[in-house]
């Protein structure tokens, strides 16, 4: 296919990460089956019952509760996209009559006297987010800085492991002072009470003063200061005002002292709030590098953070392991090293599952955050000449569309045709 821009990542084909799983039901459950797919145009799903097609099941996952037995049968996905068709394996699902018998082991207390009381252990408490939400900005293309390679690779990488674990994910590049604080601020709109803002990912330069770190926009001057770019601790306090239930920063990027900055921000206080967690790509006053790989680059970080990423961990140990990891590559070694910054006092994972509060609140934030990435639908152009070319739309980044492009008509007397994309009217 034939790409508008050089922003997208080299990717080859469609295919499935997560395969469905086969399971045993009782009546009145709730159905959760899943199939997750990485492609280039993104993979869109239709789900499958005994061969027929479900009506409305044209997402990831397939949800259906209380169910009965006429939800009996064999299960599959069509995964697909404008050039690519695969198929997930096939599923049985069984559903048995009745309710699930559930066992609760009870323990004896003994009172002083001697008499025993039975009284039964209270469940652990699951824990779980409203919602998942995540921004990604990756800053390459500097105006008056050194441009960097790795964060659009990066921010690409950890947009579709992160989809799998059902984050809404907003993935910029590129992005100037006022595009960074819109970004921030239609980032909040997506937040409130228990949702995990989980993710606020930052790739590019860099700096850290006076305990603040600072993310700086492609169009910060040769001498930028703190006013020309984001606190990244003032982020934080307006995320914890929305009631956030997990708080992760993940900063890749350079933490050394900004000498042409010598203002101490007034960020204001944050709140005791025992869910906030920070993971540096470097330690202070230290360097993040990137690793070349062919024509590609990855950050050092997001090289070890994507093996570790969708496993069901809390999330510091998540970033221990990532630690420990990075310790082992010799280049690095002594030069870079990840840092750890956490007050999380309860077993939050990216892997918890969703319990929205409300359907109206969910559709809200679903309705804030489709608003942003609607794409036109697959269209076919004719021309004069006979030739009819397919044009297909893609978002592998939030604020970039891409176009393909394909032939799938010419005459029989043009021997070669190939559709271009012009600016050019």
Known sequence: PSLASGYCPTMAGLQILRQPQPCCLAEGDTLMLECRAIGNPPAQYQWFRNRRPVEGAQAPQLQVKLVT????????????????????????VEIGEGPRQTSVTPYLLCSPAGVSHS??????????????????????????HKQLQAPIVDVHALGALLR?????????????????????????L??????YAGLLYYAGHGYENFGNSFMV????????????????????????????????????????????????????ALEVTANIVFGYATCADAEAYELSQGELSNGIFVTFLKRWLLEDEKITVLLDKVAEDMGTLEITRGRQALELRSNLSER???????????????????????????????RHVCFDCGVTVQLGFAAEFSNIMIIYTRVVAAPKDITKCEARLTDIP
């Open 164 to 188: 799998q674990l059902d984050f809404k994910v907003v993935s910029l590049l590129d992005l100037h002072k006022a595009e960074m604080q819109m970004a921030v601020d239609e980032f909040l």
């Open 190 to 195: 997506l937040l409130d009470k228990g949702v």
């Open 69 to 92: 037995t006429a939800e009996r049968g064999s299960y599959s996905c069509r995964v697909f996209n404008l050039f690519h068709e695969v198929w997930s394996q096939e599923v049985d």
């Open 217 to 268: 926009p492609i169009d910060a001057p040769s001498a930028y200061t703190s006013e020309h770019c984001l606190c990244v601790q003032r982020v934080l306090r307006e995320m914890q005002q929305r009631r956030t239930g997990l708080n992760i920063f993940l900063l890749d990027m350079c933490r050394k002292r900004n000498l042409n900055d010598d203002v101490i921000p007034q960020v204001g």
């Open 348 to 378: 939050r994972a990216l892997t918890d599952p969703i319990h929205p509060p409300g359907q109206d609140e969910s559709s809200a934030r679903n309705l804030q955050w489709a608003k942003a990435h609607v794409l036109p639908e697959s």
């Open 119 to 144: 009284i039964t252990a209270p469940p652990s408490p699951i824990l779980a987010a409203t919602d998942k939400v995540a921004l990604l900005i990756g800053n390459m293309h500097y105006l008056h």
